[in-house]
């Protein structure tokens, strides 16, 4: 603890028992009103500081740092407009459940409301999108004041991690002059040594909890479920857990269920056994074969992003829907699931696993069939194709991803394209998104982030809108030491509208005023401002050489209106290929 005056003995304190929790990484915005937590942090030596100067681009830095390491991050603003431009990654890790500690600098009460600078209402500022709100206080550096520090750090730890479901927590953090290290040693007037140094190595609180494991009789009950329901899937969208791939695997194999598994489920690209690995389910659930219609899902994470598959399964009267989700969030937007499990994963699946007596083989073997028939009808279609497309050019980048790369995709038409075109590999990779709150603006900072805190080599898959918006966060570049590739797939605006009705409903001036908005972006000089280097690859069999092995900016031109006709062409041959499967 530092004990130069009353304001470095606090924010010391909370900082130290942050780092004994488990925090390693921060981000903070410049500030004065700040100064006393920045300085905690920046000479916490357990802390990874990055100073980002943009807090929308901090927070969203921080969001995947946590993302990439599995833990908390920090993030650290002064008070004002700062503490708004968070906002965004607040609400991103909340929706998405990941874990992130929100400090604000704030001016004490006597401050507030009377036209003192730079002070807005900081109250309960994120409303309900955190886990926990603090108005910590401005306490003196006695025992009392220490202490609280110290548990109100380890309480917003543990929140921040999960009590049950992680998300973001938010100190908001008074203070009064002087905000620099001023020396005043008579401040300190804490005696005991619990408030002065905690405990040491270990936070003042360890705060212990797990997902809860499931009841034998849950499991009985669930195996029950699964073994009089032959014709089941295993369906999995966006989660972190990348070990519970082998057990889910397990249990597929044990069910005869297919697993339709989205990129960013961790399940469709890895070392387990993909066998029943189905990934061309978007082009399938296009068609509603009725032979392939399921009557039970067993979820593990969101539900994926295709909307073809959202829609088919949501048509299907009988179908029993079972949702395992240990973090307590109602992730159910289909609003029929039957169950929701909340109990660990890994262990509920081995569980189940162990009571299945195996399966006939008939149903999965229909569903594998129509599987590698979409998948060859689908590449048949890219090969045929000379000029750079978006699902060609997802097709072309999965093939680069090398174990232990990490993937960061925007919202918009590119999560769209990575689930409907990156095939089932075996390269150990790390699918990551901002899909919870689904927002286009902070992705180059996130995928920085995740670079920065996993050290993993990090692909930042793009639109060219989505660079726009986040440009700013190639700043953070300079904190990640490992190569970061951005791909900007540029159909010059926001492709992913050509696709809604609206396109066709309204002149194409009024489309490209409101929707299409075609920025005219030149990636070469938004990298150029960045000292980025960058390609511009104009044929995919160009993107292996051209993809250097260190950090770059890889431009990708692509057509809008060109991009509909693609996806129109690949599902109609998707169609074809299993038309004569199923009679058609
Ligand atoms: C912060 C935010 N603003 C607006 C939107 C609405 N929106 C969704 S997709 C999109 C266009 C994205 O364009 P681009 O990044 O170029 O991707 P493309 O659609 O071309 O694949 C917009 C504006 C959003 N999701 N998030
Ligand atoms: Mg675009």
Redesign the pocket.
């Known amino acids: 603890m530092d004990s130069t005056n009353r304001n470095t003995a606090l924010a010391s304190a909370l900082v130290e028992e942050l780092a004994r929790c488990g925090a390693r990484r921060a981000a903070l915005a410049p500030g004065s009103r700040s100064t006393p937590v920045a300085l905690a942090l920046w000479r916490q030596p357990a802390i990874e500081v990055a100073v980002i100067v943009d807090e929308r681009s901090a927070g969203y830095f921080a969001l995947g740092a946590a993302q990439g390491d599995g833990r908390p991050a920090i993030v650290l603003c002064t008070s004002g407009t700062a503490a708004a431009n968070l906002h ?1 990654a607040v609400c991103e890790a909340d929706q998405a459940g990941v874990p992130l500690v929100v400090l604000t600098a704030d001016r004490p009460p006597e401050l507030r409301g009377i036209g003192a600078g730079q002070t807005i209402d900081q109250l309960k500022l994120y409303g309900s999108a955190v886990r926990w709100f603090c108005e910590v206080g401005s306490h003196d550096a006695d025992d009392v004041g220490l202490l609280h520090y110290r548990s109100v750090a380890c309480r917003a730890y543990a929140a921040a991690r999960g009590a049950p479901r992680p998300g973001p927590v938010h100190l908001n953090l008074a203070w009064r002059d002087p905000l620099g290290p001023e020396p005043r040693p008579e401040d300190v007037t804490a005696s005991s040594p619990l408030a002065l140094e905690g405990r040491g190595e270990r936070p003042l609180t360890a705060v212990v909890s797990d997902a809860p494991l499931a009841d034998e009789a849950l499991v009985d009950e669930l195996a029950a479920r699964v073994s009089a329901s032959p014709r089941g899937l295993v369906v999995a969208g966006r989660q972190l857990d990348e070990t519970i791939a082998g057990p889910v695997a397990a249990l597929a194999k044990r069910a005869g269920y297919p697993i339709l598994a989205e990129p960013t489920s961790q399940l469709r690209l890895g070392g387990h056994d993909r066998e029943l690995v189905v990934w061309p389910y978007d082009a399938i659930a296009r068609l509603r074969p009725p032979a392939l219609a399921p009557d039970l899902v067993v979820r593990l994470g969101d539900l994926p992003t295709s909307k073809a598959l959202r829609q088919w399964l949501a048509s299907l009267g009988g179908l029993r829907q079972v949702v395992v989700d240990p973090s307590f969030a109602w992730n159910e937007p289909s609003n029929q699931a039957e169950t929701i499990v909340r109990a660990e994963p890994r262990s509920l699946a081995v569980g189940i696993t162990d009571r299945l007596p195996g399966a006939s083989g008939e149903w999965q073997a229909e569903w594998l069939e129509a599987g590698r028939r979409a998948a060859a009808a689908t590449q048949a279609e890219l090969e045929a194709l000379e000029e750079p497309t978006e699902p060609g050019a997802h097709a072309a980048l999965s093939r680069l991803y090398a174990d232990g790369d990490l993937v960061y995709t ?5 999560i769209r394209d990575q689930e409907a075109f990156v095939p089932s590999a075996p390269a150990q990779v790390r699918f990551l998104c901002n899909r919870g709150a ?4 902070g992705l180059v900072s996130a995928g920085i982030g995740a670079a920065a805190a996993s050290g993993r080599p990090t692909w930042i898959v ?5 660079l726009h ?1 986040d440009m700013n966060g190639l700043a953070a570049l300079r904190h990640a030491n490992v190569p970061v590739r951005i791909v900007v ?1 540029n ?1 010059d ?5 050509e696709f809604l009705p609206q396109a066709g409903q309204i002149e194409r001036d009024e489309f490209e005023a409101l929707l299409g908005t075609p920025l005219g972006l030149a990636p070469e000089r938004v990298a150029a401002a960045y000292g980025v280097p960058h390609v511009r690859v104009d044929r995919l069999d160009r993107l292996p050489t051209a993809a250097s092995p260190g950090t770059c900016l890889i431009e990708i031109p692509v057509d ?1 209106r060109r991009n509909v006709e693609v996806h129109r062409r690949i599902a109609d041959r998707v169609a074809e290929s299993l038309g004569a499967l199923h009679g058609a």
């Open positions: 965004p925007a919202s918009s038409m590119p689904n927002g286009i603006d793009t639109g060219d809108l989505g918006h797939l159909n605006g926001g492709g992913i509208f809008r």
